[in-house]
């Protein structure tokens, strides 16, 4: 009996690590896209800058708009930002979001209204309620009377609710920029912001733009000081 006993023991405990050892394991990488098309050093900055990626090619379904608000920046590698200092708010929507391809279209306006990008295809990675977004933006930028335009590589991660995001972190890093009168950060300025409440409400699209004195002396991620 109690040799019966050992032998279905020994089974019961093969058995459990045959079943261990064949249970797919979920996939933490990067899709070939993003490990092809987004460049090492921009990952490697975000992440030193405070950023969390999240890998993995189960991302959960994130369209809609999001409001981020208060804006503070957590990271930058221009010698005049402050750690802390609040940005204009802004809000971002994600549209066309395709799980098969793991893409997704994106724009985003600051509350002034004086910020505005736009970008198609952008990859997308994550599991499940976490994803995050690879966006090359195309934008323009407004400040007194200056107009600019700018080409950025832009990172968007968070935790989907049914309601909003949750921690949302954004990086901003540009790379390209028409600015004859230098209103923005110098190409290769690397900028880390997060919602600093925790939590980027759902709306419905784009808020109005609220334009006052103190919005306007507010800065865009993308303007210089």
């Known amino acids: 009996m109690m040799k019966q006993l050992s032998v279905m023991l020994l089974l019961g405990v093969l058995f459990g690590?045959?079943?261990?050892?064949?249970?797919?394991?979920?996939?933490?990488?990067?899709?070939?896209?993003?490990?092809?098309?987004?460049?090492?050093?921009?990952?490697?900055?975000?992440?030193?800058?405070?950023?969390?990626?999240?890998?993995?090619?189960?991302?959960?379904?994130?369209?809609?708009?999001?409001?981020?608000?208060?804006?503070?920046?957590?990271?930058?590698?221009?010698?005049?930002?402050?750690?802390?200092?609040?940005?204009?708010?802004?809000?971002?929507?994600?549209?066309?979001?395709?799980?098969?391809?793991?893409t997704v279209d994106m724009k985003g306006k600051s509350e002034n209204g004086l910020d505005n990008f736009i970008g198609s295809g952008a990859f997308v990675s994550g599991n499940g309620n976490h994803f995050t977004v690879f966006l090359e933006s195309n934008g323009k930028t407004e400040s007194f009377g200056s107009v600019a335009s700018y080409q950025a590589f832009q990172i968007f991660s968070g935790e989907i609710t049914s309601t909003g995001v949750r921690n949302l972190q954004n990086a901003f890093i540009l790379t390209n920029k028409d600015d004859p009168d230098r209103i923005l950060i110098v190409s290769g300025g690397c900028r880390v912001f997060k919602d600093s409440d925790g939590f980027s409400e759902r709306t419905a699209g784009f808020r109005q733009s609220r334009v006052s004195k103190s919005t306007l002396l507010s800065q865009t991620m993308v303007m210089s000081h």
């Open 17 to 102: 690590l045959m079943f261990f050892s064949c249970k797919p394991k979920e996939d933490s990488s990067f899709s070939d896209q993003i490990n092809t098309v987004v460049p090492k050093w921009a990952i490697d900055s975000v992440r030193r800058n405070g950023m969390i990626l999240y890998e993995g090619k189960t991302p959960p379904s994130f369209e809609g708009f999001f409001f981020q608000a208060p804006h503070h920046l957590t990271g930058s590698n221009l010698s005049g930002d402050k750690i802390g200092e609040e940005f204009q708010e802004y809000t971002y929507g994600f549209l066309n979001q395709n799980n098969q391809a793991l």
